[in-house]
């Protein structure tokens, strides 16, 4: 029974061992390589559309970056959005100015200036401008010296280096509805001397359409004047001192203006109490002597340089502050030029020019037939003034260098009070 079971599994065996499949091959070596599709040769039509949609890929890219630009104007006009704002700020400084902290020195002698000789002392001929030794973001010189046109010395350093606070600022905003908002800024200004206290801006503003950035202000507003006005303040500004022009462009007056922030273009326009002069440079009433308002006025547009290039104009024409004649009249024109971000460069150029005409006393031409000779603008000051500034800084993580030139030629009379003749050139 045995063998007979040895003898069929002997005989079953290679038929079972031929019934066994074979084991598969290895696909992934048995597959093909794969054949590339050519693609398609797109025509005429699809290459010219592809062409257009990376153009606008560009620029919209370009358009993107000019957002911050655009944040940068809109940001005290965007408080609109915000509920309740209060925000502080301190700025502390130190200075030492060469000599005794002056920038001006009298023509004892009439050396400089003879045609001053028969209408005005010498003592009180001046060659300089006493705000290049401005020593903060205020613009305070270190010293006045005898100058008759800054009647405040708040320094007074003699030519002594100190650290000061320059200014303690409260910034108070309030939304009264989604469209009204009103502001104010106030600054304690500690001095050697007695304290004082600015109201540098109080104003309402209204928003009055939601689709686009146009504003409405009243009260004491800003200047409509250039560019530098809108980073004048200590937490704004990014140089340490104003430029020599400043006093001309950032001045706050009372009045109402209207602006409108575009993607292109940006205008604004002005209808003022007085001039855009700084209170410190000029120190006139708030209400003026006459009935006439000032009308103001810039207007900028954008190129296609680096991020971008805004160049712009700006006038402001109307009655000189200081007397009430409407007659007598002041005028200013100004270029400016706001380059952001070519290659990591930013730069900023301003030129303007004014006049403020004055008024003398009696009749210039019998005066002269008579043999006599008056100090001119004597009831209302003569102003004739030309500047320019160029600043370029180049952004550097959370370092931000920069380098300005500025440049003033000037000439600023009163009566037989005072003369300054000025001619500025500086740097740093």
């Given at each position: 029974m045995k063998g007979w079971l040895a003898a069929v599994a002997i005989a079953c065996g290679p038929g079972i061992a031929h019934a066994m499949p074979d084991p598969p091959p290895d696909a992934e070596a048995a597959a093909p390589d794969p054949v590339p599709v050519p693609l398609p040769k797109l025509d005429d039509e699809t290459e010219e559309r592809l062409s257009v949609i990376e153009q606008e890929n560009s620029a919209l890219a370009k358009e993107l970056r000019s957002v911050k630009a655009k944040v940068e104007i809109l940001e005290p006009l965007l408080q609109l959005r915000r509920a309740v704002a209060i925000s502080a700020f301190i700025d502390v400084g130190a200075f030492a100015a060469a000599g005794n902290g002056a920038g001006i020195r009298s023509d004892f002698l009439h050396q400089n200036h003879p045609d001053y000789r028969d209408t005005v002392a010498g003592q009180w001929v001046f060659i300089g401008d006493p705000f290049t030794t401005m020593i903060n973001s205020l613009g305070d010189p270190a010293d006045t010296a005898d100058s008759r046109e800054i009647e405040n010395d708040a320094i007074n350093s003699s030519g002594r280096p100190t650290v000061i606070v320059n200014s303690i600022g409260l910034a108070i905003g309030k939304s009264v509805r989604d469209d009204i908002r009103i502001e104010a800024l106030a600054q304690l200004l500690p001095r050697p001397g007695p304290d004082s206290l600015e109201i540098s801006y109080a104003r309402v503003a209204y928003k009055p359409s939601e689709k686009y950035d146009f504003y409405l202000d009243a009260g004491k507003i800003d200047s409509v004047l250039g560019v530098e006005y809108r980073a004048q303040d200590a937490h704004r500004r990014l140089t340490v001192t104003p430029s020599l022009i400043c006093r001309y462009t950032c001045g706050r007056p009372i009045g109402i203006d209207a602006r409108y922030v575009g993607t292109r273009v940006n205008a604004s326009a002005a209808m003022l109490n007085g001039d855009n002069f700084e209170e410190r440079f000029s120190p006139d009433s708030e209400l003026r002597a006459n009935t006439v308002p000032t009308f103001a006025g810039h207007l900028e547009y954008k190129l296609p340089i680096g991020q971008a290039l805004w160049v712009g104009a700006s006038g402001a024409i109307g009655p000189q502050d200081g007397q009430s004649n409407p007659g007598v009249r002041q005028w200013h024109f100004g270029v400016d030029a706001n380059l952001i971000d070519?290659?990591?460069?930013?730069?900023?150029?301003?030129?303007?020019?004014?006049?403020?005409?004055?008024?003398?006393?009696?009749?210039?031409?019998?005066?002269?037939?008579?043999?006599?000779?008056?100090?001119?603008?004597?009831?209302?000051?003569?102003?004739?003034?030309?500047?320019?500034?160029?600043?370029?800084?180049?952004?550097?993580?959370?370092?931000?260098?920069?380098?300005?030139?500025?440049?003033?030629?000037?000439?600023?009379?009163?009566?037989?009070?005072?003369?300054?003749?000025?001619?500025?050139?500086?740097?740093?």
């Open positions: 070519l290659h990591g460069f930013d730069a900023t150029a301003e030129y303007v020019k004014g006049r403020q005409r004055g008024a003398t006393s009696g009749d210039p031409v019998a005066d002269q037939m008579a043999g006599l000779e008056r100090a001119g603008c004597d009831l209302a000051d003569c102003l004739v003034y030309q500047g320019a500034y160029l600043m370029v800084s180049r952004r550097l993580k959370n370092w931000i260098p920069y380098a300005r030139f500025d440049w003033r030629d000037a000439t600023h009379q009163r009566g037989a009070e005072f003369v300054y003749e000025a001619s500025s050139i500086r740097g740093r």
